[in-house]
């Protein structure tokens, strides 16, 4: 006997993603759409096609996803985000593996990255791949940035198919996710102990660049790679930036802290 999934899509102003988004996940036995109080038409559109819509606050994406994976009805879990797109071939691996009994609790699936209407083959994009099939059980890593569902390695595998996500549709989009991820990877950095100087908020930008551009080829993906390579260099910047604003937040208060000790001291 098949074994049933529930998918599982987080949606915060998706309006206009999330019709071909759900529509791509009719073969799942359940469809839950999480949504962050969404202010545009998003929520009207999924319930065209989602058997559950549940709204909660967003924190961050690790927390909002580990709050709502617990409340399928199914074992299998599929999560998927509103600017990707199960395609027929990864949907018919995914059913067939559930028809014959998976032998493993967790599964990554490559992603085939589209930027501004192309697909990318380079940058470091072309090796991106994400855990998005498992067992409920399972919760991602507590972390603001980059959390992966934690699983050990001998109850992973790999699917053949890719998943298709359609990468930050604009600059504004861009723009966005760049003010929410520089400042969480920033406080993650000073939490750890990490501080920024001169020479690091000057190098660091340049060698992600390079690293993309030059490195991963990015050059052989014409403008859009050259654009996303100075996306990454941006990226790093912005984030040292922070870094060494939150230093000089803890530099002050600390001096204050020593002036009071000196005058207590009298």
């Not at 950095?189 to 993309?212: E, H, Q, V, Y």
């Amino acid at each position: 006997m098949k074994q049933k999934i529930s998918a599982i899509v987080p949606t915060y102003n998706e309006e206009d993603n999330i019709q071909d988004c759900l529509k791509n996940l009719d073969w799942v036995d359940e469809l839950i759409v999480v949504d962050s109080f969404s202010t545009d038409n998003t929520v009207s559109i999924a319930q065209k096609y989602a058997d559950k819509i549940i709204q909660h606050k967003y924190d961050y994406s690790a927390r909002q996803k580990n709050w709502i994976i617990p409340q399928a009805s199914h074992n299998w879990v599929i999560l998927i985000d509103a600017d990707e797109r199960v395609n027929p071939q990864l949907r018919n691996e995914i059913l067939q593996l559930l028809e014959k009994g998976p032998d493993k609790k967790a599964y990554w699936i490559y992603r085939t990255n589209i930027f501004m209407g192309k697909e990318i083959r380079h940058c470091g994009w072309e090796k991106d791949r994400v855990i998005r099939l498992f067992t409920k059980e399972h919760r991602y890593e507590d972390v603001r940035v980059h959390a992966e569902i934690q699983a050990g390695k001998e109850h992973m595998a790999m699917l053949s198919a890719k998943l298709v996500h359609y990468s930050y549709k604009n600059l504004d989009d861009y723009l966005i996710k760049l003010r929410r991820y520089s400042k969480w990877g920033a406080e993650k950095s000073f939490t750890a102990g990490k501080r920024a100087n001169f020479f690091i908020i000057c190098a660091a930008p340049l060698g992600m660049f390079l690293k993309r551009y030059i490195g991963k080829l990015g050059f052989l993906d014409g403008i859009h790679g050259l654009v996303l390579s100075l996306f990454a260099s941006f990226s790093v910047l912005i984030k040292y930036i922070r870094l060494w604003e939150l230093q000089t937040i803890e530099n002050r208060k600390q001096k204050t802290v020593n002036r009071k000790n000196r005058i207590s001291d009298f």
